[in-house]
């Protein structure tokens, strides 16, 4: 007799046991299937992800331009420095227009304004070393804003965002308010996570933007002085071929 309610007792822990398992299985499967896609996340975030959208193709398409653009050859060609200075320095002054000519860049539009100067006679020290830092200072304005456009995107993205959020929990509040017959911490809940997708998005769109930013600025900076170097060295050679 003991030996039976033992095993009766045995199997319904068994049986009890087994239905556990079977229901934690169930839930996990039910856990799954109430996952959401990326694309039904992102749709969540509200209309200003159409905005983020734009923002994040418009702030990749700059970092592969500037990828390409901000380079010293781009800026400052070593073949067309090396031939430039070698005619200047023989006194060639219209075939190194020329040659500017043939590569338009920063150092080409310095080197034109400081031939185009030294062309007219007289040459003033102090009025060639104007000419050639106002028109290397137009080039760096140039070179140095086009990275602006990144910061901008890097600054507006945040803040587009942070209007989502704002959207987000304008119609959380709505819908608690509004809306008597559904359950009210779902609708909650709904317009939360709108609000959070949409801060998400805005920084995920924001940071990497800030820091390309701060890359190509360094980056234009260091091209900048090697523009103001070599444009230095035209200055210097047309200095020295005064009067000869």
Known sequence: ???????????????????????TAAGKD??????????????RGGVVMVALGVMSIVALALVIYFFFILRRNQVVPQMLKDDVLDKLEAGELADARSACGYKPCAFSEVTVAAIDYARTGDISPALMKDVVESEGG???????????????????????????????MIHAFNAVALDLTKAKPMLLAAGVGEALIATAAGLI???PAMAFYAYFRNRAARIIAELEVSSGQ????????RGK
Do not use: C, H
């Open 1 to 23: 007799m003991r030996m039976n309610i033992k095993w009766m007792t045995t199997l319904m822990l068994t049986l009890t046991a087994t239905t556990a398992l079977a229901e």
């Open 30 to 43: 039910d856990l799954l299937s109430q996952k959401v896609s990326l694309m039904e996340m992102l749709s």
């Open 138 to 168: 137009r080039q760096a304005l140039i070179i140095q804003g086009q990275t602006q456009y990144l910061f901008d995107l890097a600054v507006l993205s945040p803040m587009v965002g942070l209007l989502g959020t704002v959207f987000g």
């Open 205 to 207: 769109v924001g940071i």
């Open 234 to 241: 035209v200055m210097n050679i047309l200095l020295s071929k």
